[in-house]
């Protein structure tokens, strides 16, 4: 069974820098055959798509995100991360990490983490 | 980019009620869609894939169908464990393409 499990602050002061990491376990992310997504939904809204990553280091990345957003992955610790610079309080939101199978649904996700752009 | 609206934002229904929910692309997506049920303070769940697929272990009162622009999710028999919110989401088939939700509808017992 597939878990992951997103870590990393919980406050983030405005201007800096919002980092989290999500941890894979019950599969490997080199095996490749999925994109490891970063969602998050701000509070009473929707979802917005964040972008995704390959094994590889291929990556995708939300236009209206772009030029914040680095996601990362590391093979040898089965992690994949979101780097989100020079946050506003309208980055305040829950952070999911999940799976996508490429043409088929995102079948796993972590239970979120709600990250607080607040001085 | 693709934009995806959903309708309605919300409703209500009665228990046993047929429920439909419709999602439509600004282009034509093929069959290039998913869709999930997200409770509250609960990551979303995967019930449907490739506009009509039902992922395994989803009861078969739920269902999807379109193509092109126009999609349609459906509850045949509604359940009190059904209350959620309902997302439609779009992909782009080739390499490292782009993913966008709809606007999510919310459906609550009447």
């Known amino acids: 069974q597939v878990q992951l499990q997103e870590s990393g602050p919980g406050l983030v002061k405005p201007s800096q820098t919002l980092s989290l990491t999500c941890t894979v376990s019950?599969?490997?992310?080199?095996?490749?055959?999925?994109?490891w997504s970063w969602i998050r939904q701000h509070p009473g809204k929707g979802l917005e798509w964040i972008g995704y990553?390959?094994?590889?280091?291929?990556?995708y990345y939300n236009p209206s995100l772009k030029s914040r957003v680095t996601i990362s992955v590391d093979t040898s610790k089965n992690q994949f991360s979101l780097k989100l610079s020079s946050v506003t309080a309208a980055d305040t939101a829950v952070y999911y990490c999940?799976?996508?199978?490429?043409?088929?649904?995102?079948?796993?996700w972590g239970q979120g983490t709600l990250v607080t752009v607040s001085s | 980019d693709i934009q995806m609206t959903q309708s309605p934002s919300s409703l209500s229904a009665s228990v046993g009620d047929r429920v439909t929910i419709t999602c439509q692309a600004s282009?034509?997506?093929?069959?290039?869609l998913n869709w999930y049920q997200q409770k509250p303070g609960k990551a979303p769940k995967l019930l449907i894939y490739?506009?009509?697929n039902l992922e395994t272990g989803v009861p078969s009162r739920f269902s999807g169908s379109g193509s092109g622009t126009d999609f349609t999710f459906t509850i045949s028999s509604l359940q009190p464990e059904d209350i959620a919110t309902y997302y439609c989401?779009?992909?782009?088939?080739?390499?490292?393409?782009?993913?966008?939700f709809g606007g999510g509808t919310k459906v609550e017992i009447k």
């Open positions: 990553i390959y094994y590889s280091g291929s990556t």
């Open positions: 019950g599969g490997s992310i080199s095996s490749g055959g999925y994109y």
């Open positions: 999940a799976r996508d199978r490429y043409s088929y649904g995102v079948d796993y």
């Open positions: 490739d506009a009509s």
């Open positions: 282009q034509d997506i093929s069959n290039y």
């Open positions: 989401q779009q992909y782009d088939n080739l390499p490292l393409g782009p993913r966008t």
